[in-house]
């Protein structure tokens, strides 16, 4: 009975008033749980692109995103590399705007000192001696135990030879106090 009455929940939001069927992102799914949700893990329609919002301080692309987000908005970026967030790059502002909008752990190496940039879920990977004080700071003395592994990679990837792929790899940091064998998939 649970799944004749989603089933007709579901028709009935698919045809809507007018008897269309939406678009395929606006399809709702009944989830193996039995919540209604949406194809793309929303459970809410989905929200229309916003074609000309402009901030008047720059900073639109890192509205939101937990507490990162609020950091990130605290820095004073005019003294790093990076200079002022009105100036970064669009390609900058979208690869900021994506790491705050996800729930993946997302690290960013960015420009020639390879600045550090972080979400929330990357954050919990970090020890008290990484955050927040890498957020910001040039990638090699932050990350100088671990500086031989990453850094050729990121080299290769700066220099255009395309993405890197290792599982399970171990990636020793420190971290709360002790250098500890850490395992990751980037």
């Not at 193996?32 to 989905?46: E, F, K």
Request: aromatic residues 8%.
């Amino acid at each position: 009975m649970v799944a004749r009455t989603a089933r007709g929940a579901i028709d009935g939001i698919r045809r809507g008033s007018t008897g269309e069927t939406p678009p395929c992102r606006a399809v709702p799914c009944l989830s193996w749980q039995g919540q209604m949700g949406y194809a793309d893990g929303m459970t809410h329609p989905p929200r229309e692109p916003q074609t000309h919002h402009r901030s008047h301080d720059g900073l639109t692309f890192v509205a939101g995103g937990g507490d990162m987000g609020e950091r990130i908005r605290a820095i004073d970026w005019a003294a790093t590399s990076l200079g002022p967030p009105s100036t970064w790059p669009q390609t900058l502002k979208t690869a900021v705007r994506l790491m705050l909008s996800t729930r993946h752990p997302m690290f960013i190496f960015w420009g020639p000192e390879h600045t550090c940039l972080y979400n929330d879920a990357y954050r919990a990977s970090l020890g008290p001696e990484k955050h927040p004080a890498i957020l910001g700071a040039p990638g090699h003395p932050s990350w100088s135990e671990i500086w031989d592994v990453i850094g050729p990679q990121i080299e290769s990837v700066m220099r255009g030879e395309g993405a890197t792929w290792h599982e399970n790899q171990c990636v020793p940091i420190i971290r709360h106090g002790e250098l500890q064998d850490v395992f990751w998939t980037y």
